[in-house]
């Protein structure tokens, strides 16, 4: 029996609508993100720790950003259901994600007030930026398609993490940020944005909007490849 986990097979939800239509229109830019090294070094423990620590300091940094560009996806949401469900991501993130990046950089000696004031990187610049400029001059439907790939892409991640025998557990020190990524309350969340994004996608005319769409998609997946380039000391 095949013991690993696989989106395409494992995920119904991205069969059909909107978020499945970029995710398989983008995949080789895709899965250059998702199979980047620094993931399998994650998977196996290898990666060096200094690579995590620039990684996890940028990325506390990038989800400051990030979690702006939600709050204006509640302003924009124009019902109810869609202003809980972006609220419920910020949380998520202020509430989960961000208390994983300081735990980790406690260890290290580094708090939170460091962490706040740490210089930026090009890449979380661009990328962050990005997202922003979309938040701001785009409408609800751009704005989702921009903050897709960084749920879906690391919500897939841990999945397969989380599910593959081959995965180190014991005595990885990167266990917590595959626990976190491939457990049920990230997942629960990435689920709630693909259903919103196939159906803000819908209500706001996805498909004649698609190349637009497609191209806002791509650029933050290529981003997020570039912000594990960045991490192992790669990027500019
Ligand atoms: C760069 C990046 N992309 C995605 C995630 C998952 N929220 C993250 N923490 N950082």
Same mark, same amino acid.
């Given at each position: 029996? *095949?013991?690993?986990? @696989?989106?395409?097979? @494992? ?5 059909s609508g909107l978020a499945g239509r970029l995710r ?9 993100? &998702? ?26 940094? %990038?989800?400051?950003? !990030? ?20 609220? $419920? ?5 202020? *509430? ?7 735990? !980790? ?7 939170? @007030?460091?962490?706040?004031? $740490? ?7 661009? %990328? ?6 979309? $938040? ?5 439907l751009?704005?989702l398609v921009?903050?897709a790939?960084?749920? &879906?892409? %690391?919500?897939? &991640? ?15 020190? %990167? ?5 976190? !990524? ?5 997942? *629960? ?5 693909i259903?919103?994004l196939n159906r803000v996608g819908a209500?706001y005319?996805a498909d +004649?909007?698609y190349?637009?769409l497609? +191209?806002?998609f791509?650029? +933050? ?16």
């Open positions: 029996m *095949d013991m690993t986990w @696989d989106a395409q097979r @494992d995920w119904p939800l991205l069969e398989r229109d983008c995949m080789e830019e895709w899965e250059r993100f &998702i199979h980047h090294p620094f993931v399998r070094g994650l998977a196996d423990g290898t990666l060096p720790e200094n690579a995590f620590r620039n990684f996890l300091i940028q990325d506390y940094l %990038y989800l400051v950003q !990030y979690t702006r560009a939600c709050a204006l996806s509640v302003h924009k949401s124009t019902t109810v259901e869609d202003m809980r469900a972006a609220a $419920a991501l910020v949380s998520g993130i202020l *509430d989960t994600e961000l208390p994983l990046h300081v735990n !980790y950089c406690t260890g290290w000696g580094i708090d939170e @007030d460091m962490l706040r004031r $740490a210089p930026e990187s090009l890449e979380l610049l661009a %990328y962050s930026r990005f997202i922003l400029d979309r $938040a701001q001059t785009g409408d609800l751009d704005l921009t903050l790939p960084c749920m &879906i892409g %690391y919500g897939e &991640i841990g999945a397969r993490l989380h599910a593959d025998p081959a995965t180190r557990r014991d005595g990885n020190p %990167y266990w917590s940020w595959i626990a976190l !990524y491939g457990g049920q309350e990230f997942t *629960d969340l990435v689920e709630g944005g259903h919103r209500q005319g +004649a909007r190349p637009m497609r +191209a806002e791509n650029t +933050a997946v290529r981003l997020e490849a570039a912000f594990w380039e960045a991490g192992q000391g790669t990027g500019v």
